[in-house]
């Protein structure tokens, strides 16, 4: 009887070269792991470092912006200059995650060239409207708070973004115009200048002494205290028919007093051309205007590379010397 053994007699042993490869294999797939956690760890570094200085340098724009505009703040312009370059240092940032990655940048070039020309051909209107906003930024020709007419539309301007233009009528009535059609159309900024010339024409009758209404309506402009000395008010007669004259003054005033000096102008005209001896002419409105002197030149514009003065100290009461103290 032979012994048993757990053999068996045709069995082969394991190769030593396989099991060398197998070592091998696993070893190059830990050093792969290695790398993909290391590249990991590096891309999530480079993402948190990119939101921080994306938020950093959007805070650094904000306040540089407002210290430029800080006697007469633009929070469209400091919104939009944060945003810009929060979203630019962002997409940079993503740009080398990816190329950390291992995604090289010519696919990301090319992938994000097909991808802008798909949405460009998708939203033509809206790009439009953006990029209208963008030089309305950086132009300026209106400002919030600003009376402006266009695309038929007259009102405040209540809000300004890349997209549109919100404009409240007198009637209170909410505008939503695209930026798109107000910078392809005639803007009129009524708010620009600080200044406005009111021109009223009106008739006088033949029988009516005109040399006399011409006389008085000067009078009253002069002694108005809306209306500016320089330039002098201005009295012309520019039409003349069987039935009546048609003469026209113009007065120059502060931009928010024009409707009320217009309106007191042809009322006193009208009452004039009927009696040119009347004294019971309402008396002139006050003033709406905050500082009704006249502008000088130059003032209230902003360079965006110059700094404001800063105000000098007012010198202050000096200070008594200190008594000695008594022993």
Known sequence: MTKPTLIPTAGKLPDLANMKADETLLTHVFDWAGKVAVNLVVAALILGLTFWIAGWAAGVVRRTLGRVHRNNPDHTLETFGASLVR?????????????????????????????????????????SNVAAGVMILLFRPYRVGDTIETVTRIGTVKSLDLLFTEIATFDNVKVMIPNSKVFGDVILNYSAHRTRRVDVLFKVPLKTDLVAVLK???????????????PAVQIEVTDLSEAFAQAAIRAWTAREDFASVKTDLMLTAHLLADDPVREDLPPPRPTKAIDPSPAMPGEGEHHLFKLPRRRARQPGPSKSPSQPKKA
């Open 87 to 127: 979203y630019a240092i962002v997409v940079v940032g993503l740009v080398a995650v990816l190329q950390q990655l291992g995604v090289q940048a010519t696919s990301i070039i090319a992938v994000l060239g097909a991808a802008s020309l798909a949405i460009g051909l998708a939203l033509q209107g809206a790009l």
């Open 216 to 230: 008085r309506l000067r009078e009253r402009a002069e002694n108005d205290p809306r209306i500016r000395k320089e």
